[in-house]
């Protein structure tokens, strides 16, 4: 039995999870759910974001299904899904951008860099500590690498013209890519962002540290219709958490209008990892077949409200299961 905490976090993480969750539950009765509140709304009403007991729950859990989490600008408030992702030490953030004629991952390391959290602030100036490590490349070069084995090659983004540290990950990337045999070059991340949108057809899988994944990757939801589509996964070794690549989107949270589907795949991308592909690429299936009949929300020049959307899916999901 698969059991799974639901963090829906903050804005239209509250509109986006419930449909992603009704929607494996449609085609799984047998997971169990529990809820787990993480995030701003609960920093303001009880001072804290993020419990030690949260951390219990969500490593009890076999997977977390995560809406987004709001960030204010204030200096005492520290990112909580940059805890999570250190403490349930989730290295790799695989985000895949699927359309015609491309079919793209990203790898994006996800515990250190210019995320490290090492930050302080002094009169005149703020510093962050931008850290590489040796273990933390090999790991996140290792995972690349094994998808790109399947695949076809990989492309290391980087700026070690600039960046001493990311001499080592360059480094460390193409030595990994030449012992799993796999055929690798890199690219600085600046011209690499706009030679992906391109021409996406020319990448398959791209390994890169933390900051640059996060820019890449939300510059790449481009290709497919915007941030409302697409999905990412965090992996470590022993937890695994699933969530759509955008934020608390407070600019549209609450009107029953933001896209559900990058929660939904980022649902399908869970049971994937649980071993279940047969349900992931069903739903992934019938959320084509939604789209292809006109259903669509807002972003993607619909009129559909978020629930109408999951609705359709979980329709189209009984027509596909049981005709
Ligand atoms: P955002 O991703 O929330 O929104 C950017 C733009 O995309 C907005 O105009 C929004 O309306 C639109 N958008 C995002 N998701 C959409 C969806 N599903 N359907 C339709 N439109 C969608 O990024 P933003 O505005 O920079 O950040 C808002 C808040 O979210 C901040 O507090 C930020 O810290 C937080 N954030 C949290 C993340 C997480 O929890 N993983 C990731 C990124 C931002
Ligand atoms: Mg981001």
């Not at 009880?46 to 709001?70: I, K, P």
């Not at 962002?193 to 820019?215: A, K």
């Amino acid at each position: 039995m698969l059991r799974i905490a639901v963090v829906e976090g903050d804005g239209i993480g509250h509109e986006v999870i419930p449909v992603a969750r009704d929607v494996l539950a449609a085609v799984r009765p047998d997971i169990e759910f529990f809820d787990v509140e993480v995030g701003y709304g609960r920093w303001e009403r009880t001072g804290s974001a993020c419990g030690s007991e949260t951390m219990r729950e969500l490593r009890s859990a076999d997977a977390v299904l995560f809406g987004a989490v709001t960030t204010p600008p204030d200096p005492d408030y520290r990112s909580v899904l940059q805890t999570i992702r250190r403490e349930l030490d989730l290295y790799a953030n695989i985000r895949p951008i699927e359309g015609e004629d491309f079919d793209i991952v990203i790898v994006r390391e996800n515990t250190e860099g210019l995320y490290s959290g090492i930050e302080w602030t002094e009169p005149d100036r703020a510093c962050t500590l931008r850290v590489v490590s040796r273990r933390g490349s090999e790991r996140i070069a290792r995972c690349a690498c094994m998808l790109a084995k399947r695949r076809r090659h990989l492309v290391i983004g980087n700026k070690a013209n600039v960046l001493k540290s990311d001499l080592l990950f360059v480094e460390i990337c193409r030595r990994e890519a030449e012992r799993a045999g796999v055929p690798c070059r890199s690219h600085y991340i600046d011209a690499l962002c706009l030679d992906v949108l391109m021409h996406p057809q020319h990448y398959d899988v791209i390994v890169t540290t933390n900051m640059f994944g996060d820019i890449l990757s939300d510059a790449a939801a481009y290709l497919v219709g915007g941030l409302g589509m697409l999905p990412s996964a965090n992996i470590g070794e022993r937890h695994a958490l699933f969530e759509p690549v955008h934020g608390s989107a407070p600019d549209i949270a609450g009107k029953n209008i933001a896209n559900p589907i990058a929660a939904i795949r980022s649902a399908a991308m869970l049971l994937r990892h649980a071993g279940d592909s047969g349900h992931a690429a069903a739903i992934e299936a019938a959320v084509r077949t939604a789209v292809a009949k006109g259903i669509a929300t807002p972003d993607l020049g619909g009129t559909a409200g978020t629930r109408e959307f999951g609705d359709a899916v979980i329709r189209e999901l009984s027509i596909a299961l049981h005709p």
